[in-house]
């Protein structure tokens, strides 16, 4: 699967493909920021905040897809997405502000 063009292509597909939402809104920096790091974000997959983060900053992951596929966050209900693709956004951005 080609998800340059889609980042969201993994997780939309574990959704259920045509009938899931078309476009994922991630969660606010504030709101993620409500999340310490030993806070559940996905109770399905028994992902918390931490291991998310901890994965974009060791450079293991780089995109909600790599999350994903590494923690299956988001391949449950669904109910945690937004937060998962906010963490990950969140931590994305204070990545790159480090190395610039
Ligand atoms: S809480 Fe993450 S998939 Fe259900």
């Not at 291991?51 to 780089?62: A, D």
């Not at 590494?70 to 693709?85: E, L, Y």
């Amino acid at each position: 699967m080609d998800t340059s063009a889609d980042p969201f292509a993994a997780i939309r597909d574990l959704l259920g493909g045509d009938d899931s939402p078309s476009e994922i809104i991630p969660a606010s920096a504030e709101d993620c920021a409500t999340f310490t790091d030993d806070a559940m974000v996905c109770t399905c997959n028994n992902v918390n905040a931490g291991e998310i983060r901890g994965l974009i900053q060791s450079g293991e992951c780089g995109s909600l897809d790599d999350i994903q596929v590494r923690t299956r966050a988001g391949g449950g209900c669904g109910a945690c997405v937004p937060f998962v693709a906010g963490i990950v956004q969140v931590e994305l951005s204070r990545k790159a502000d480090i190395v610039h």
